[in-house]
């Protein structure tokens, strides 16, 4: 049935208005201000050292998260984010890691301070675990944030945040990922703030609310720590720094970072003209069994030193999975803004969102009302939204000579989602969701190719685990992991290929895996080109049922290609949940970049090049570029000359008639 209105729950979606700045006080908790006076008054020298310390403080807050966790998705992919906020929750500094997850904390901590201040209220040493996206703190239920607030002579002087993916929090099916839903309801509980640790003391009650939900408590419990742990290196860090510089002082950078962001994005935005720039990214299939194609519309206007962000148009959520909330929405702005628009300014969100308005209408695929189905949220109108956000700023910054260079294409246009739960090679139940899509392609620069397998611009420090390590923690074996021919977008500048995953289960029971598959892109391309650049090809997954890949094995052969594997190919749809026998066989093959200009203005030797390389086959050297090799595969200049000639005549006489009737307007 269709998703019914829920009574009550709009509370949980409310944005509190902004605090005066004369505000001393939320509900029990007094604040910590300082005036503007002081922030004018910081000098140069200490405002560099202490903005640059607190960098460092978030980057040692995802060390912590990483040396604590037993998760590959965090250890070994970096799938976490962490930030430093203000006593009102304004973002001062996030790391490098999921800018998704940093940019939406924001809104859990101004929700948390607005509704648990007085009851339960917190003081030192407490700390609030939220997965609700609706309040913000993560753009799925499987991103889990922890925040502590940071007093100092019984002030709230601050916040910080640790966020994470966790593999599995309960919902219908393995992993939280339900293909078949149809609300939140077949999804995990999304869980608004609560106090996890009082008086610095973990509660064990609320623990087992919170672990009894998953299939996998132990390695919950452990992310769970990690980020307790990674919340108490930054206040020991934060309470060090502000006994060497004094609590107004460092206060007073914090303030001065935001202030900063805001002026130098503002002066950015001033030197580049006025107009406005639309995109529409599309996704193939809300759910299971869903063959209709969802639509996020957007028109982004410069206007003087600001952004509107209008996503009026975009369709309504759906029955399924891949909706998101404001919280989904937002982070598929700021990383953007962060990488192309902002790489030489304070990573300050605080200072950047007020630089930049938002429209959207609630009920809408990117800003959907509860209770919605969210549980691909990050990876599906969240991600999304942030390709529409990339191909409008960066054609905003197309029509300056300096800011141009900052652009980029669209990377690796959505994440081929690898869900597997099973017995492990060691007889205990395992769910992981593999990341081996994290290897997107980058998309194309204005004046260079995008980087192979270069990753994804939402996580700058995102990473793919070694095939090694994949196999020693999971009953699997890799077949291969490659890059794929053909994948990155061609333009005069190529998008960087996408890669390609392939193994069957090894080490495990007689019934195999569960496999989890919710890769969109198989029908429409998600990482579109720019000035004339094609999009990257779309993705591609294949199921090899009952494959003669052991009797390779048992022969002393190893399959190279599907032709040396046997079996029944079947290929996947963008949702699919099933089993995976001991003789099948999964490959999945993910997104590259887009491209950047006309093929046609490529440089043949690059196009030779690439051919030679195996990142570009020889039949789309000749039709998609234009270039004609000889045996060698040398560029015949001649002829592509010719033929590129040729090409564009064909081109040109390539219109369509268009017969406008009386009073019609074209």
């Known amino acids: ?77 970096n799938d976490f984010g962490a930030a430093i906020l203000d006593e009102t929750g304004d973002t001062v500094q996030v790391g490098l890691y999921n800018m998704q997850l940093a940019a939406s904390v924001d809104m859990a901590v101004k929700w948390t301070l607005h509704h648990r201040s007085s009851n339960p209220g917190f003081g030192p040493g407490d700390l609030f675990l939220c997965n609700d996206p609706w309040v ?26 640790a966020v994470a993916h966790q593999v599995d ?10 293909v078949d839903g149809r609300d939140v309801f077949w999804e995990s509980i999304p869980t608004p703030p609560v ?14 609310v919170y672990l009894r939900r998953s299939r996998v408590p132990k390695l919950v419990a452990l992310d769970l720590r990690a980020k307790i742990g990674a919340n108490n ?69 410069k206007s003087g030193d600001r952004l509107t962000f209008d996503f009026t148009g975009t369709d309504p959520q759906v ?74 700023v960066a054609a905003m910054l197309a029509t300056h000579p300096v800011h141009s260079r900052q652009l980029m294409s669209v990377c690796c246009g959505t994440w081929d989602l690898t869900l597997l739960a099973g017995v492990d090679q060691r007889g205990g139940g395992f769910v992981t969701m593999l990341c081996d899509a994290m290897a997107g392609g980058l998309g194309a620069k204005i004046d260079g190719d995008g980087v192979d397998t270069g990753g994804e611009n939402c996580i700058p420090m995102g990473r793919v685990a070694d095939v090694e390590i994949n196999e020693f923690s999971f009953p699997i074996l890799y077949l ?33 895996l569960h496999l989890v598959v919710s890769a969109p892109g198989k029908a429409v391309p998600q990482a579109p080109g720019l000035s004339g650049g094609y999009p990257a090809a779309t993705q591609h997954d294949l199921l090899i049922r009952d494959s003669a890949v052991r009797a390779a094995f048992a022969a002393g052969r190893i399959p190279a290609g599907f032709d040396d594997m046997g079996g029944r190919r079947d290929v996947v749809p963008p949702h699919l949940e099933t089993a995976l026998g001991t003789d099948d066989v999964y490959y999945t093959h993910w997104q590259g970049g887009g491209g950047i200009g006309d093929p046609f203005h490529r440089e043949p030797e690059l196009v030779a090049a690439d051919v ?55």
């Open 1 to 77: 049935m269709p998703a019914v209105p829920v009574a009550g729950s709009e509370r949980f979606a409310a944005q509190p208005e902004p605090l005066a700045p004369d505000t001393r006080a939320i509900g029990e908790v007094d604040l910590h201000r300082v005036n503007p006076d002081e922030v004018a008054a910081l000098d140069p020298l200490t405002y560099e050292v202490v903005r640059h310390r607190l960098a460092a403080i978030t980057e040692e807050m995802g060390d912590a998260i990483k040396r604590m966790s037993g998760s590959v998705v965090v250890t070994d992919c």
């Open 136 to 161: 913000g703190g993560g753009l799925h239920q499987n991103d889990v944030t922890v925040l502590a607030p940071l007093f100092h002579d019984g002030e709230l002087f601050g916040w910080t945040a």
């Open 169 to 178: 929090l309960g919902g219908v099916s393995p992993g939280s990922w339900s």
């Open 195 to 208: 106090k996890i640790v009082e008086n610095g003391r973990l509660r064990a009650d609320v623990e087992d």
């Open 233 to 301: 290196v930054a206040h020991d860090r934060l309470h060090a720094l502000i006994g060497k510089y004094g609590a107004r002082t460092v206060k007073a950078v914090m303030k001065r970072m935001m202030n900063d962001a805001e002026t130098r994005v503002r002066a950015k935005l001033a030197e580049l003209p006025d107009g406005s720039w639309g995109a529409v990214a599309h996704q193939d299939g809300g759910r299971a069994g869903d063959r209709a194609i969802h639509k996020i519309v957007l028109t982004m206007t």
């Open 319 to 392: 029955d399924g999975i891949i909706n998101c909330t404001l919280a989904g929405l937002r982070g598929g702005i700021m990383p953007v803004l962060l990488t192309m628009l902002c790489p030489d300014i304070p990573w300050a969100p605080g200072g950047i969102y007020r630089a930049v308005d938002i429209v959207s209408e609630p009920g809408t695929l990117n800003n959907c009302t509860f209770p919605a189905g969210i549980g691909k949220a990050s990876v599906a109108s969240a991600w999304a939204t942030q390709n529409a956000v990339s191909e409008t």
């Open 480 to 512: 291969w992991r490659r890059e794929e021919t053909d994948s990155g977008g061609p333009g005069r500048y190529r998008g960087g290929v996408g890669a390609s995953s392939c193994f069957i289960p090894h080490d495990t029971g007689p019934d195999g």
């Open 612 to 666: 030679v390389a195996n990142k570009v086959s020889p039949d789309a050297a000749r039709h998609v570029y234009g270039v004609v090799l000889d045996d060698q595969a040398r560029p015949d200049l001649d002829r592509t000359a010719a033929y590129r000639q040729q090409a564009r005549v064909e081109r040109a006489g390539a219109t369509t008639t268009l017969t406008i009737s009386p009073g019609e307007r074209p």
